[in-house]
């Protein structure tokens, strides 16, 4: 018997058992509940990225108006002062985007291993209720 004639054979049994619908609630029920904390958990996480980026983009602001006003103040005429006030600011971007790229790969390493874990335990839980309610459609008397 192949693998598809197995498993219509299977669904046939479960139609004729009139519980279908009481086999396919029960696994959705893990599927939806794996898919929502998937995404209660990507949620926090894009939080905890944003609000780091944020406060990240706002220093640099911060940075980027004290270099100007040091370039103004104390390096018109002095290019050694210039490059100085220049590449200090220059070296503080370049910390800030580190730190982007090593949250974002922290974001992603973390989401993804959110996803994969909920939808294996998903998985799992769907087969093992669909196998429990098939079992107990097959021993009740139709």
């Not at 058992?17 to 949620?43: C, K, M, N, R, Y």
């Not at 004290?66 to 210039?82: D, H, I, R, Y």
Request: net charge negative; hydrophobic share 40%; aromatic share 8%.
């Amino acid at each position: 018997m192949s693998y598809v004639s197995k498993i219509i054979e299977e669904m046939q049994e479960v139609v004729k058992s009139g519980q279908s619908v009481a086999a396919i609630l029960p696994a959705a029920e893990a599927q939806s509940t794996h898919f929502w904390t998937t995404q209660d958990t990507f949620l926090n996480e894009l939080e905890k990225f944003s609000s780091a980026w944020f406060k990240r983009r706002h220093e640099a602001t911060k940075h980027a108006m004290e270099a100007s006003k040091e370039l103004t103040e104390k390096a018109f005429g002095n290019p050694a002062e210039a490059m100085t006030i220049l590449s200090k600011w220059q070296s503080d971007m370049m910390e800030k985007l580190a730190e982007d790229a090593k949250d974002y790969m922290e974001l992603v390493t973390s989401s993804t291993a959110a996803a994969v874990s909920n939808e294996v335990e998903a998985v799992q839980e769907s087969a093992e209720t669909v196998k429990r309610v098939t079992k107990t459609a097959k021993s009740e008397p139709v």
